[in-house]
């Protein structure tokens, strides 16, 4: 089945230590998407690809970067990761630009010490 | 700024009410409405909404779109224990890819 596949599920770091999460998908879909899920709170976007072409949102923090080095695949790397970074973080694609239909990864649930 | 604002934030039902989940927003170049709903994992997508006064219908689940009012309305009929989840309402505008609210929880009991 086509699907939107996350790993880890749960991560555990320690302040400051790097971090990297990964996303796959077997849709074809040329847009990713990073959000950010605090508890009881939307999920916030962080970044999306539209193909290669990177689009960061203003108030995501420079701590957090993005990789995508081909179709299938997007990382998210947190170069030091502080209390407040703990959330889920998910991971959506969309056809493509304009497409506003977004499927989800199950998400990575990270927990900071 | 964009703004999508649910309500309730939580509601608890028993097994066979009917509920119905409010979503209201504030966009520039509006475009479409979405509903989703999260489990304990990831958001399942359940509606897209772009025309007032067409309901979006799928089992025991409906949705409608008013633009003039700015608003979307989510009902879900006779709810099992298995609806219990938070309910996601988004707004794209073209401007960014969606824009969340902060959801509806809703509690289902036996």
């Known amino acids: 089945d086509a699907m939107v596949i996350q790993n880890p599920r749960y991560q555990v770091t320690q302040f400051g230590k790097p971090v990297t999460l990964s996303c796959s998908q077997t849709l074809n879909h040329n847009v990713m998407y990073w959000y950010q899920q605090k508890s009881s709170q939307a999920p916030k976007l962080l970044f999306h690809y539209y193909d290669k072409d990177f689009n960061n949102e203003a108030d995501t923090p420079d701590n957090f970067q993005s990789r995508r080095p081909n179709t299938s695949f997007c990382f998210l790397d947190i170069r030091s990761p502080g209390l407040g970074d703990a959330a889920m973080y998910l991971c959506?694609?969309?056809?493509?630009?304009?497409?506003?239909?977004?499927?989800f990864g199950p998400g990575t649930r990270l927990l900071v010490l | 700024e964009d703004k999508v604002v649910q309500s309730p934030l939580s509601l608890v039902v028993h097994e066979g009410d009917t509920v119905t989940l409010n979503c209201s927003y504030e966009?520039?170049?509006?475009?479409?409405l979405l509903w989703y709903k999260q489990e304990k994992k990831a958001p399942t997508f359940l509606f897209m909404l772009?025309?007032?006064?067409i309901e979006k219908k799928s089992g025991r689940l409906s949705s409608i779109l008013d633009k003039k009012e700015l608003f979307s309305i989510l009902n879900i009929t006779a709810t099992q224990t298995g609806d219990s989840a938070v309910y996601l309402c988004a707004v794209y505008s073209g401007n960014t890819p969606l824009v969340f609210g902060k959801g509806t929880r809703l509690s289902v009991i036996a």
């Open positions: 966009v520039t170049n509006f475009r479409s």
């Open positions: 772009t025309s007032s006064g």
């Open positions: 959506a694609t969309s056809r493509d630009r304009g497409q506003e239909t977004q499927y």
